[in-house]
Nanobody, 117 residues
Framework: QVQLAESGGGLVQAGGSLRLSCAVSGSILRFYHMSWYHQAPGKQRELVAGITSGGYTNYADSVKDRFTISRDIAKNTMYLQMNSLKPEDTAVYYC???????????WGQGTQVTVSS
């Protein structure tokens, strides 16, 4: 059974930084297209950043030049480095994994990020 476990969320002042981690267990990270999503209260879940099984990355316009997605295959872990945080980045952040061959999707439980002004 594939499981995703996010960590690293918390409370930070505007302009600060956080690094989120998503640890994958039960399978091998490089078999998956990995993504970070966020969901603010009363809003839909939105894609923040993604990294394909081949290592290609993409970002939402709102986080380009501030956030960096990466992965450590040896540690089976994906990361999201978030710099220059803004109050509007406040949300629950979820990691998602999509198996490259079957499309099977897995979600983590989420980690809260709160940015105070």
């Amino acid at each position: 059974q594939v499981q995703l476990a996010e960590s690293g969320g918390g409370l930070v002042q505007a302009g600060g930084s956080l690094r989120l981690s998503c640890a994958v267990s039960g399978s091998i990270l490089r078999f998956y297209h990995m993504s970070w999503y966020h969901q603010a209260p009363g809003k839909q879940r939105e894609l923040v950043a993604g990294i394909t099984s081949g290592g290609y990355t993409n970002y939402a316009d709102s986080v380009k030049d501030r956030f960096t997605i990466s992965r450590d295959i040896a540690k089976n872990t994906m990361y999201l480095q978030m710099n220059s945080l803004k109050p509007e980045d406040t949300a629950v952040y979820y990691c998602a994994a999509v198996r490259y061959d079957t499309g099977t999707t897995y979600w983590g439980q989420g980690t809260q990020v709160t940015v105070s002004s």
